[in-house]
């Protein structure tokens, strides 16, 4: 679902699926060691979680529930980086 803001498009879960996505594609391309594991699990639990997050904030109830799922977005995206 694409909608936008001005002349830009808004598709924000669009890119954030993309992003998880692609971060997928990413680390099956790590070799596989003990070291990493752990690493490539976590990553793929936490840039899954952006966009699923950010769904979650655009079935909220309130704008307090709205901000605080999209902080747990913004959180989980900055796991990711890390």
Known sequence: ???TLGDRPYDLEDRTY???RRVRAF???LPRT???TEDVKQVVRS???VGANYIEANEALSKKDFRMRVRI???ESKETRY
């Open 18 to 20: 993309e992003f998880a």
């Open 47 to 49: 840039s899954g979680s």
């Open 27 to 29: 680390v099956k391309q």
């Open 73 to 75: 977005s913004r959180k």
């Open 34 to 36: 003990i070291c990493n």
């Open 1 to 3: 679902m694409t909608q």
